[in-house]
């Protein structure tokens, strides 16, 4: 599976995460079907180096030509000039794996909780915190998260 793929390489390289989509939702227990992981990392040239490094060994590759010292630079200039919230990763044979790393939020400033799930642990953000970020972006499906979310509380 997948996620459990992820997760692992995440783990193995060290990766302070959380994931914060679709899969955040569904392993709070509402209904959501998603294909991309989301995850949230620290903002630190650090956590970037270990992320590209974890996600490459899985065979995804950055969608945009950029490396994880092009993202950790220029983060803020790809935030506010160019609304780039995510550095994503796609595996280039199989498109249905994606993984989207959210630069506009740092793990280190959110709530987190541990999910069981596929035999693993999983990283998970919070609800409020994740109410909070899928309010901030407003996307029709964010919205929709918010109420399966709020139901949950």
Known sequence: MFLK????ALEKYRVKYALVGGYAVALHGAIRGTVDIDIAIGLSKTAYSRSEKALG?????????LTAQDVFTFREEYVTNRNLSAWSFIHPH????????????????????TKKAFGMNIRVVAIPD???????????????DIKALEKLI
Do not use: F, H, W
């Open 57 to 65: 060994e899985l065979g995804l590759t950055s969608r945009l030509p």
């Open 94 to 113: 199989n498109p249905l794996e994606v993984v989207d790393i959210v630069i506009i939020e740092d793990v280190n400033k959110l709530r987190v909780v």
């Open 5 to 8: 793929r992820v997760v692992n």
């Open 130 to 144: 994740l109410i909070a970020m899928k309010t901030r972006s407003k996307r029709p499906q964010d919205l929709e």
